[in-house]
């Protein structure tokens, strides 16, 4: 169970109130806020049960933190019983985030010496069913992956990852019907107006053989299907136009996931690259209850001569983990990460792809990861890097990247992440292509590496910009280079 960060937890908090620019995608998403405005927004109740975990007073070293511990859980549980099922304007919703926010200093300081795995899943599980009340109204991309459950006809429908009343679910890992349900998307995420039926629905890739099954249509205020694929050998994206029936004008355009959910993916031909990945994940003969906490997966593949018949290439049937705190993936053959393949992991602190063969990145797959702290992507070959790929994140700590990412982006890529602690580029030879301006307008809260193979030489304006600009103090090796935040000499490794 990875340490959980309960100050940066209530950061993201504030940050709903702060980032108007989340609700504003101009593909797919309405202006979130009014639609809230307009219509009272019902707080779904718990999904997780908490109680399961065995915290004993034996098990804290000290009374004060015994203490810390039932402080804590007590204020998580009462304001998860405060928010079951009520209705609430976004006024009330704002004021519900700065309340638990300003506690923030108080208690933030108290989980940290808390160590035991136990206390940490239970203070998890509490955390993430306070942030599922709180988000899972905010998302910008609704719905966007559709599970298609067979059936016994050898046709398949599509599901969506909620229950009955809504509620989201882990329904895209455990394949339990009981927590899924019909797939559709409301007129309003995709600015289409309600109560009109005049519309058609086109495969923007024609001659995709897949996506030419998936037939839509609109009913009422909502976007169903009428028809689904049978299968897929991979989770498989498709493009679609909105056009008016009337006069085919454009009124939108969306891209929906053709998935299978993981249990599928574990009971799927045995030379699919996604039944390697379901099997690797290790979870396929556990129960739906064990799948619900599992709050890390790591498949990091260590260098060894054996080590590339391990390596994954498809993490498809990772898509409905939405309990995820840490998903970790170096060193392995990932080529492409789907649109919308991550929408809901919304919990990831710490997402880890490096060293794999990414060439590039869908627009907009960070946007919903507000919370995430740590982002390693060195180790790919981007081909271009968008410039806004991290201008959601607005609380990122750490950030891994090489010379061949930074090749490929602007001065201004860093500008709208104050809150970043420590840059690592790594894995290349020649510093001195760096833009100099890259750091402009950045607060740097602890420090950047560098490591270099060949010269470690920082171009002349970078280096002056952030020893005098940065307040930042240099420190050399022959194969590291580290500027160092003055007041926080110690806290840079």
Known sequence: ???????????????????????????????????????????????????????????????????????????LENRNKFLENKKFTLNEIENEIK?????????????????????????????????????DHLSI?????????????????????????????????TGNLAELSDFYIDHKNLKLKDDYLAYNFLNKKSNDEVCKTLELITDGNKVKGSKFPNTVTTATPCEIEVRNSLDGALESTFTVLLNHTYRYWCQTDTKLPAYKTAQAAG????????????????????????????????????????????????????????????????????????????????????????????????????NSISNNLLHKIKYLDYFGIDTTFLNKISDSFFKSNNNLNTVIITEYSNLSKIPAKLFDGVTIGKCIKFYCIGTCDIPNELDTKLTT?????????????????KNNLESCD
Do not use: W
């Open 1 to 75: 169970m990875p340490h959980i960060n309960f100050k940066n937890f209530l950061l993201f908090l504030s940050f709903i109130l702060l980032c108007n620019s989340c609700n504003n995608n101009s593909n797919s998403s309405n202006n979130i806020e009014q639609i809230l405005a307009k219509s009272n927004v019902v707080l779904n109740s718990n999904y997780l049960e908490c109680n399961k975990f065995n915290v004993k007073e034996s098990d804290f070293k000290t009374n004060e933190e015994y203490n810390s511990f039932i402080e804590i859980i007590s204020l």
């Open 99 to 135: 309340f638990f926010y300003n506690l923030s200093n108080e208690y933030g300081d108290k989980i940290e010496i808390i160590d035991n795995p136990e206390v940490d899943n239970m203070i998890s599980c509490n955390l993430q069913n306070y942030f599922h009340k709180l988000n």
């Open 141 to 173: 991309f609704q719905n966007r992956i559709i599970y298609l459950i067979p059936q016994k006809d050898g046709t398949s429908v599509g599901k969506i990852s909620r229950n009955n009343d809504g509620e989201k679910t882990l329904g895209g890992a």
């Open 283 to 382: 979870l396929c003969d556990k129960t739906d209850q064990e799948i619900k906490y599992t709050f890390k997966i790591s498949m990091d593949i260590t260098d060894s001569p054996s080590a590339d018949e391990n390596k994954i290439e498809d993490i498809s049937p990772l898509s409905g983990f939405y309990s995820l705190t840490k998903l970790s993936l170096d060193n392995n053959k990932i080529s492409v990460l789907q649109p919308h393949l991550l929408d809901d992991l919304l919990l990831l602190s710490d997402f880890i792809i490096s060293r794999n063969k990414l060439t590039s990145l869908p627009v907009g797959i960070f946007d919903n990861f507000a919370i995430l702290e740590t982002l390693y992507l060195s180790g790919n070959d981007f």
């Open 469 to 485: 600009e940065l307040q930042l103090e240099r420190v050399s090796t022959d194969y590291l280079v580290k500027y160092i935040n």
